[in-house]
């Protein structure tokens, strides 16, 4: 038995904001974390966090403190044996529901203590998330799954079709990532708030380093996209993957006519071409677009978003965030979802332990769920690694393997003391 | 000029779960508000709140506090000068927007906020909400809305059609609701809270008061549903509305069966059959139980989502919250909206404040967009209305027509006093 005697909670900023890494159409900010810690009566601490973008991460962690009693006194054991009634006691609690419902800061910080809590069961269990997720029973994966507001879409005995189907083959497709890592984009070439020499740089060094997928930013001048694509593709060649990512800044017509304007530089997907919340604009933009993919989902609030993405053929690429959603047990829901619908995750990282995280997703989604690495690729993006005590591993465009257990987002002790907000050296330095 | 020079921010809670009112099938709470002022050099204060559940409001109350510097310094006639320029430096600060975007607590956030300057611009003014916003000329409510996202929907040219065709008769109309009111519906009757016996005994004395529009709960066994319907249908006659409320319980196909079981209590409408985020389902259930309307909003999250309702077919009745929205400007998108699409609007209400608040927004749709009473009506329930020094009347079913300045959320400072959380006299004495 561990059981939970403490949550502590930290707001961890870093001061990239300065730099104008991390900058899009719309968002510029300090990459920051709401960062976890439950500390159980049998030494092991859980860690789990949810990434923000600066101003208002001491809002996320309020938000984890408010749901703090849910957590604190229970067995990492008696959660497990009821999964869904402790991911309800968070995410249908009912007064804080009512600030969602399941989206924005309430459901991301029940996110960020959700995946501290797998965060202990792997450690407890001495595995990688990836590998526990793996190898569990699928009633346990079944068990842990919300199908309340997406039974319409997908009911336990498909999700138990899927995982059992999905597991056949799933010794050799260890031995090929083993061997190979899972593939990889980055996303370091092309913000906008890089020079256009900048980005030549970038994408030469990317290309140097093995990488045959990057993904740009777009969603300025579109003759600006424009002239920033060219210069991209023309560095990276015909048959690398240029993606784009417009961060939500058009508006679904616009979307449509400056897509026209981009198609001649073949880009692999546009994301987040509008609205996040517009599951029929995206389902318009993906049809005039055909075939370039419509890819959203980094801010996609819940499974019933990713439902209707789905149901609506709005997305070819479905690209969870690890986070956002409330952690482990709903992103296992868009998994199968997504599998049950052909389309391929490739989830959202970046920002603060997004790559830490998502990594044990992606193994997950090809060793039990999808099967397959058509169309399939996590998002890379080359900062604040050094911060966690088991960062990501990325060689020529591939993810190595993950080994050590639990779920890689546990922050070195001297980061988390040099960069909590206001009070840590980095950011006494600041002021 | 009147510049805005303090923002105060005061959690306000009322004992409420105590009592059971207010239950309903997924919410159980302390009625409270996150009660924003704005104080100005011209003497003059705006007031503006969100409405919670309880537990939580400190969080909506700190987000509140992020957006400070967005307001304090600047002059309301500045702000309405360039008003979506305003509303996005709130609702697309390009750090805090990660935290919805524009949902959840930092939406909630903003709205208590832009209503408080809208509170302040009437007050100046010198006249209700409604009259400000019925008398404003066109231009200037054009000039208020973000299209940002909604112009596959509605364009400024159509918006600029309806409001200078909606001003055709307003003075006919403002005779009438002098004279008569506007209609109102209460929802006292049947909380999921309330044993058979109460729900009896407030059936009759609703009817007694002169109320024909009702609503009960809905979501608990379905059995107990029916009873319950059968029971109040018993008292209320053939004639008078029943409309229920199912508080997103249901699942898209459970919806559709109970209320097949429903139907024969003659439901006026059903309202939040399933999760608030599933357009999609809505939309299915909608053709499901057609002629019942299907009627949500109370938390959808802003104007993307009531965009997809309505283009959808989903919802035949639209119940667009105050203050979940970013207040009157995201409300007045709403409203216009749902004028193009022929779909009535029938705010939320209830709560602490919300009647006090959409009488307004009823009064200048009937006066300025929508011009009609069919199917339009108020939500009215008779909690809290005693802390407010602008309360609602509602006389034999109908809402008054406020007059004094303002948008009528200014709590009595007593009130105030005795029930901010956790030191006010009202929480000392629970403790």
């Known amino acids: 038995m561990a059981t939970i005697i403490e949550l502590a909670v930290h707001d961890v900023r870093f001061p990239t904001a300065a730099q104008g890494d991390g900058s899009d159409a719309i968002n510029k900010g300090d990459y920051s974390a709401t960062y976890v810690e439950l500390r159980t009566d049998a030494g092991l601490t859980g860690t789990g966090l949810t990434f923000t973008n600066g101003r208002g991460n001491e809002i996320t962690c309020l938000a984890v403190t408010a749901l703090r009693h849910h957590v604190v006194g229970r067995s990492v054991e008696e959660i497990f044996a009821a999964p869904v009634q402790f991911l309800r006691s968070l995410t249908a609690d009912v007064q804080l529901r009512w600030l969602g419902p399941e989206k924005g800061v309430i459901h991301m910080a029940a996110g960020a203590i959700v995946n501290a809590v797998w965060d202990l069961r792997a450690k407890l269990a001495g595995l990688p998330m990836w590998e526990l997720l ?59 708030g890089y020079s256009d020499d900048k980005v030549r740089e970038l994408t030469r060094k990317a290309v140097a380093d093995g990488w045959t997928a990057m993904k740009m930013k777009v969603g300025g001048r579109i003759e600006d996209d424009v002239r920033r694509a060219r210069l991209i593709r023309a560095e990276i060649g015909p048959d690398a993957l240029l993606m784009m990512d417009a961060n939500q800044v058009w508006d679904v017509d616009e979307a449509i ?20 919340d517009d599951v029929l604009g995206h389902a318009r933009i993906a049809r005039a677009v055909a075939p370039i993919p419509v890819a959203t989902g980094e801010v996609a609030a819940n499974r019933v978003m990713f439902k209707q993405l789905l149901q609506a053929g709005a997305i070819g690429v479905c690209q969870v965030d690890a986070c956002r959603v409330a952690g482990v047990n709903e992103v296992l ?99």
């Open 134 to 192: 793996a190898t569990l029973p699928t009633e346990d994966l079944v068990a842990a799954i919300d199908f309340r507001h997406i039974s319409d879409a997908l009911t336990p005995d498909e999700a138990r079709d899927l995982l059992d189907k999905g597991a056949t083959g799933s010794a050799e497709r260890l031995e090929r990532l083993t061997a190979e890592g899972f593939p990889a984009y980055t996303t370091s070439v092309g913000w906008l």
């Open 257 to 276: 006519t400056n897509m026209a304007a981009l198609s001649a530089v073949r880009p692999a997907w546009i994301e987040e071409p509008t609205h996040a």
């Open 333 to 431: 829901a868009v998994l199968l979802m997504a599998a049950k619908f052909g389309v391929p995750v490739c989830p959202h990282a970046g920002g603060v332990g997004l790559c830490e995280y998502v990594q044990h997703l992606s193994i997950f989604d090809y060793l039990r769920v999808s099967g397959s690495l058509d169309g399939r690729m996590v998002e890379y993006v080359d900062h604040l690694h050094e911060h966690f005590t088991d960062p990501v591993t990325v060689v020529a465009g591939r993810y190595r393997l993950p080994t050590k257990p639990g779920y890689s987002v546990t922050l070195q002790p001297e980061s988390l003391r040099r960069y909590t907000f206001p009070d840590g050296a980095a950011w006494r330095d600041v002021r």
